[in-house]
């Protein structure tokens, strides 16, 4: 007999899994463990983007720059209905230049 659990065949219930924006357990006990010891990691990444060391700065800032920008996807270009793009290119001669 299965109780309340997952029934073979028949739907998830409503409000069923964990909600939209929720934190794991293991990111949670690592954000506790950081405020236990006092370390903000992303102001740490902010210090380093501010070191003289120029690849310091450029690990610390790409790092930084994950939190704050959304990563770009490649983008497929296409013509209409799905075809080929075609590119067509017109040269004009309007005499010849002095």
């Given at each position: 007999?299965?109780?309340?659990?997952?029934?073979?065949?028949?739907?998830?219930?409503?409000?069923?899994?964990?909600?939209?924006?929720?934190?794991?357990?293991?990111?949670?006990?690592?954000?506790?463990?950081?405020?236990?010891?006092?370390?903000?990691?992303?102001?740490?990444?902010?210090?380093?983007?501010?070191?003289?060391d120029?690849?310091?700065?450029?690990?610390?800032?790409?790092?930084?720059c994950?939190?704050?920008?959304?990563?770009?996807?490649?983008?497929?270009?296409?013509?209409?209905?799905?075809?080929?793009?075609?590119?067509?290119v017109?040269?004009?001669?309007?005499?010849?230049?002095?």
């Amino acid at each position: 007999m299965n109780k309340g659990q997952f029934q073979k065949g028949k739907p998830r219930p409503l409000g069923a899994g964990r909600k939209k924006g929720s934190v794991n357990r293991k990111t949670e006990l690592l954000t506790e463990k950081c405020e236990e010891h006092g370390i903000d990691p992303f102001a740490a990444l902010l210090e380093l983007a501010k070191s003289d060391d120029q690849n310091i700065r450029l690990s610390a800032l790409k790092e930084v720059c994950q939190y704050l920008f959304a990563k770009r996807k490649a983008v497929e270009l296409t013509g209409q209905d799905g075809d080929d793009l075609s590119i067509k290119v017109i040269i004009e001669d309007y005499g010849t230049h002095k």
